[in-house]
């Protein structure tokens, strides 16, 4: 999988190539792919083909007895996406969250002072080059004339003029929202449309008095991450219900506890517990505001099963739903990929077929978000091979 | 009408009845799912009724899309390449649209019943691309295919056939344009249109009228030698007019399995409905292309010696093959044989002559025929009575 995961790098590490009319930089593109295809060896090369488009659980249980073990690493593999271990697709998933390690991140990564100190940190070293940031101002629409991009006018009423606009809103945010289907052409509209943007995410966030026991865990292993997911059929049948919008009675989560690194982010000897939880749709049968206390109900439920005196500890909570995400940070369908990642939205085909290599076929508006090519997960790829796309394109940007 | 037949059982339009009891030697097609006759009783003399007297043809599978909402105006900007916004209340448009990549899809036509109110006819089923079409717009789009049945009744005496059966004034209405009429308690509405290049109408109508002005049609215009006819004279008249056919001279867009196969409005001959000023439309960004580095192929009508229609012929300059005909057929009226040809640029200008290599078999046995071949400047016949109004009387 590692040498799988080095592969997926070289395309990562560059725009995507285009299949038809692709020039020098794409040939190389191509040209590394292919070498590192051959590098990998006849087997390899084949047990990749073999691989890719088959599912993680039928990798599980031809590699590993332990159901635990196959559980725990197929998690991997459906983690933010709408797919249970059976769906095709999540080899590739799997790959993809492998990419941390081959980047040079092992075992629990989490940002000091929480994730928003990453985009504090951004927004300094912008600022220090020159750049003026603007906060708690929202962009409403993106304005055109013609072919180009002239500007942006925000919320508040207030147009900013511009030669060069790059969005790190999801495409369809960018194209449906901010510019409108009706200002460009049908079929453009069309593929941003079909772009799968499913979602069966939910994070849980608990503020607990003190540190939860959990059975047969000792208390040095609580900072590592730590999975809820029996078996591979218990993680299938978590995801069942999704299939028809509806959320999981036993759902699986992937929990970090970031106060064990870094106590500042609660009051002293208190601690927070941070769950990625799966499956529950974005539109459930009956409306989230049905479902929220049940889903919460049974997502403490399973954590009591392995963490008895969790219920006595919790002094907060909140429970943040696909439809949350969705309207809280501007995520279509609260995928937090920006667009599902899978094989028929990958490389060239990510966003969209004509619009891959960070260019929209409207001048002078580019995309940089998880959206593109190679996607999220915190890896800032697609912001740095869109800046390098549009240095490369210079003038013409 | 050139669809290959297939096994599905065909709908019958509004005018089965009547369709089926004149079409005396029971030739019957497929148009768009509908059983329709290639022929009543004689192309030839099917072909004259629409020539010299008043022809009718049973439109009812054309399909029909009600276009309606604040947004009408500029959905069908978008979407077609002619500039839409010029299309007055009660006139009518002819027009193409185009994918992305700037190559056509369908032609049709857009009557503009109101303010933000339209129709459109296309040759295609389009209902999923005007779908598409409309997302960002605020505008409903209706399929009336089967809401609405249709008559083109077309010739010199159409016009006097159609006052006799009560359109009063009918002559004053100009080419393009609609009026409606009282009809049965009902509303009729017609338009100066068709596909034969001859002084002709669209009469449209509810389907449970449809019997009703059949009758009445046919009964006023007895005296002037009133006929139905069949696709077959359709297409000599279409093709000695100038008019091209989706499906058959060129490949609509979206339905094209090899690449390269589609065609641009330009290399149809159909620059003249292409406004690139207007700011946006589909295909504008590959069309603007085109023209800064040029187009593929031309549309060429060619007049070929002899009386052998040069159907799926080659066009050969010396050894060398530059093109295909895509229609063809000998035109009684203009005495002419005529063929319209894709021919790759920078043939086709007019006046080259060219060859035109026709296979035809006679008993088994394959024969080619090298017809000499000459571009001519638009199609051959182009009466007067087609444009002037008042519409001449008979």
Known sequence: MRKYAKLMKTAYDTRPPKLVEHDLHDKMTFAKLGLGMKLLGKDDMSDLMRLILINIFDVMKETFQSPKLQAALALDAVIGTPMGPRSPNTVFTYLHRFMGEVLGFEGATQVKGGMGTLGVALSNAATDLGAVVRYDTSVASIDKTHDRVTGVTLTSGEQLTAKLIVSSADPKTTFKSLLGYQHMETGLARRIEQIRFKSGTVKVHLALSGLPTFTGLDPSALGQRLVIAPSLNALESAFNPLKYDESSERPVMDISIPTIHDPSLAPNGQHVLSAIVQYAPLNPKGGWEALRAPFMTAVIAELTRYAPDIASLITAQELLTPADLADTFGMTGGNWHHGELTMDQVLMTRPATGISQYQTGIDGLYLCGAGSHPGGGLMGLAGKNSAQEIIRQGELA | ?394
Request: net charge negative.
């Open chain 2, 1 to 394: 009408m050139n669809l290959p037949s297939r096994a599905t059982m065909l709908l019958e339009t509004p005018f089965h009845s009547r369709v089926a009891e004149r079409c005396e030697i029971n030739d019957w097609g497929n148009w768009m799912g509908y059983t329709t006759p290639n022929a009543f009783f004689d192309v030839e003399l099917e072909y004259f009724s629409i020539r010299s007297t008043t022809g009718v043809f049973d439109l009812s599978p054309m399909n029909k899309y009600r276009i309606q909402g604040p947004d009408a105006e500029a959905y069908l900007n978008r979407m077609a390449t002619r500039n839409i916004s010029k299309i007055g209340i009660n006139r009518v448009g002819y027009t193409v649209w185009c994918n992305d990549a700037g190559m056509v899809m369908d032609d049709g036509t857009i009557f503009r019943l109101g303010e933000s109110d339209y129709r459109l006819c296309s040759y295609q089923r389009a209902i999923d691309w005007l779908l598409w079409c409309a997302m960002g717009f605020d505008v409903t789009i209706t399929d009336e295919t089967e809401d609405l049945a249709a008559l083109a009744v077309q010739g010199p005496t159409s016009c006097t056939s159609l006052t006799e059966m009560g359109l009063t004034d009918l002559n004053t209405l100009k080419p393009f344009g609609m009026r409606t009429y009282d009809f049965e308690g009902e509303k009729l509405m017609v338009s100066r249109t068709g596909f034969t290049g001859d002084l002709g109408y669209e009469v449209w109508v509810s389907p449970e009228k449809a019997e009703t002005l059949w009758d009445q049609l046919f009964d006023a215009g007895k005296e002037y030698l009133i006929k139905p006819f069949g696709s077959y004279a359709l297409d000599i008249a279409r093709i000695e007019t100038g008019f091209i056919q989706a499906g058959v001279d060129f490949v609509p867009a979206e339905e094209m399995v090899r690449p390269g196969r589609a065609r641009s409005p330009f290399e149809l001959g159909l620059s003249w409905l292409v406004d690139l000023e207007k700011p946006l439309f589909n295909g504008r960004t590959a069309l603007l292309k085109e023209k800064a580095n040029g187009s593929r192929y031309r549309f060429a009508i060619l007049n070929v010696d002899g009386n052998k229609p040069a159907e799926h012929s080659f066009i050969m300059k010396g050894d060398r093959q530059i093109g295909t005909v895509t229609s063809a057929a000998w035109c009684p009226t203009a005495k002419s044989n005529i063929a319209f040809a894709q021919l790759e640029m920078p043939e086709g200008a007019i006046g080259s002559e060219y060859v035109a290599e026709i296979y035809y078999q006679r008993e088994l046995h394959w024969t080619r025929l090298l017809a000499p071949c000459k571009v001519i400047d638009g199609p051959i016949f182009n009466p007067k009575r087609r444009r002037k109004t008042p519409a001449i009387p008979h």
